[in-house]
């Protein structure tokens, strides 16, 4: 059910963090880097049988459901311990397109096999600017033909959501991507922790999500989610940085004295703590909207990246120049989050081009600010 209480949401958290503390150690992200492996199906397995695959699926299918809230909360928290396991696309993205299609019915197992750890799902959507694959009819079969450049976790899918143009416009398609007509390269990252790899399609047959008619705002609303996913995961990723900086400040001893007595470290572990605050917030706040459906989200989903974005980059500046040369060493965690950082700026656009667009928004004709700050 959606969290409702600031109990239940902090119940949530806990609830969360102990299970990924558990289950997904850093070290186990560190040893599947290290290894060259791409997935654990073990650990998969073990986030299903916790629930954590069916936080975005409805109950009827086997799903918890936790609302708008809950989800920002469970991708902060994996982002916090940087979750090596295909949980952005398939336990977040994939269920709320097809919930949002209204497609839920049509694709009752996918639902149960996302749920059950068996399905694992990728989205495909190029930015709104790119150049997207070609859907056309053939029969009463629909074949994709052109390329995804870069998709987060399409070698270790079994389905794949695309966004295609047809003769009509924009639509949303679901693909086997084991089918002959799909071919995945997998691709090196700066990224270890999360796979990405190039899809594509030679007249791969694939199936409508949803009412053509509705695809355009439908993909306009998964980069809205997109961006959120990856804004929520940087919070967390800042967060675990503050966390580290702290403890590291306090035991480090340099001219006698724990270097966290100093000033300018304190100064600087305050000014990151505002920072983390505020994007916190801003992320919490343009999740909320997408509990209900008649609010737009592009505004606060464009506030929610640029905030989150910074806030993680400043952490890692000061988790670097607090841990000083350690922080450049494999043997540490904060170069994992740096490279994390790195490749999360570029999936959809660097800060610079996400603020260009927020004020692009903001200036639009007709945008009300005083109804998007109380509404």
Known sequence: ???????????????????????????????????????????CGRLAELGMFGLATPEEYGGGD??????????????????????????????????????????ADLLKGIVQGQARVALALSPLDGAAPRATRDGH???????????LEADVADWLIVAAETDT??????????????????????DVTRPVAAVTFGAAPAVALGDLDGAAALRARLQDLIRLAIAA?????????????????????????PIGSFQAIKHRCADLFVAVQAATAAVEAAFDHLDQPQQAIPVSAAVAAVCAHEAN???????????????????????????????????????????????????????????????
């Open 313 to 375: 980059w400043q952490a890692v500046r000061t988790a670097m120049q607090i841990h000083g040369g350690l922080a450049l060493t494999w043997e540490h965690e904060v170069q994992l989050y740096l490279k994390r950082a790195t490749a999360s700026q570029h999936l959809l656009g660097n800060p610079d081009r996400e603020l260009v667009r927020l004020t692009n928004l903001v200036l639009a004709e007709g945008y009300d600010v005083v109804q998007e700050i109380i509404g």
């Open 66 to 107: 936790v609302g708008a809230a809950g989800l920002a909360i469970f991708l902060m928290e994996t982002g916090r311990c940087l979750l090596p396991a295909p949980y952005l696309s398939t336990a977040v993205l994939a269920p709320m397109a097809i919930r949002w299609a209204g497609a839920e019915e049509h694709f």
């Open 169 to 190: 416009g924009p639509g949303v398609f679901v693909v086997d991507r084991h089918d002959a007509g799909v071919r995945i390269e997998t691709l090196r990252s700066i």
């Open 1 to 43: 059910m959606p969290l409702l209480t600031d109990d239940d949401r902090m119940e949530f958290r806990v609830w969360v963090r102990d299970g990924l503390q558990q289950h997904a150690p850093l070290a186990l992200t560190r040893e599947l880097a290290e290894s060259g492996r791409r997935d654990d199906p073990n650990l």
């Open 141 to 151: 079969t629909w074949r994709l033909t052109g390329a995804e450049p870069a998709v």
């Open 233 to 257: 995961d940087a919070v967390g990723g800042a967060q675990r940085l503050l966390d580290m900086s702290v403890e590291y400040a306090k035991t480090r001893v340099q001219f006698g004295r």
